[in-house]
């Protein structure tokens, strides 16, 4: 089971629904979101504050939601039990992806990117594939999402490079490859939004998810 929620961050553009799911975040939430000066950098925390009760929700969750964090800051559901997240935002969407194992998703906004990153952060293989390619700028964010959303599902945090491994685009699908990690993991492209790239990545195969998006 693989489901993808996502809400548009400018729905909390309005003061009254900002204000009031403001008041439904934690403290912890809301202390962050106080410090923030951007207006969009506010609404993307507080959808990422808000996302996982919203979604439990749309999967028929009726109780009490508590999250923990792992070493290197992952959070994980421990209530409710037996289910496991991952969210993430850039731009106008913020995203959460729920499965029953362990699971990382990324969302990029595509954009002009300094390709110079690439030979910075990218395997030698991905590398060739960009300077191969006649839609490096596309490709370049396809690397990004997939590298971090396996990062992400690892929960490795900082402690992994992207270059640690390398990532594998093809009509068959996506493939990763990783001398330092002995199971294999499987991460899924997903093109729902314009101009936006989305990558899930779990440790189990899953169908590609169809988002569901929130409404506030």
């Not at 492209?189 to 899953?206: G, H, R």
């Amino acid at each position: 089971m693989l489901k993808l929620f996502a809400i548009k961050n400018s729905c909390f553009d309005n003061e009254e629904t900002y204000g009031k799911y403001l008041a439904l975040a934690d403290e912890k939430r809301r202390e962050k979101i106080r410090k923030l000066s951007v207006s969009e950098k506010r609404n993307q925390s507080l959808a990422a504050g808000v996302i996982v009760p919203l979604a439990l929700g749309r999967l028929g969750y009726k109780g009490g939601v508590e999250i923990a964090y792992g070493e290197h800051g992952k959070p994980r559901l421990v209530q409710p039990e037996g289910l496991f997240f991952n969210i993430s935002h850039s731009g106008e969407w913020t995203v959460a992806a729920f499965a029953d194992c362990e699971v990382g998703v990324d969302i990029q906004h595509v954009k002009p990117a300094d390709m110079r990153l690439a030979d910075r952060y990218f395997a030698a293989e991905e590398r060739e594939a960009l300077a191969q390619s006649d839609c490096a700028q596309d490709l370049f964010f396809r690397f990004w999402t997939v590298k971090e959303s396996y990062l992400k599902a690892l929960g490795t945090g900082l402690s992994r490079t992207l270059n640690s491994f390398t990532v594998r685009l093809s009509e068959s699908g996506v493939k990763i490859t990783d001398s330092l990690v002995s199971n294999e993991w499987y991460a899924v492209e997903i093109n729902a939004f314009k101009d936006y790239k989305i990558s899930c990545c779990t440790a189990q195969p899953q169908p590609v998810p169809k988002p569901e998006i929130l409404t506030v």
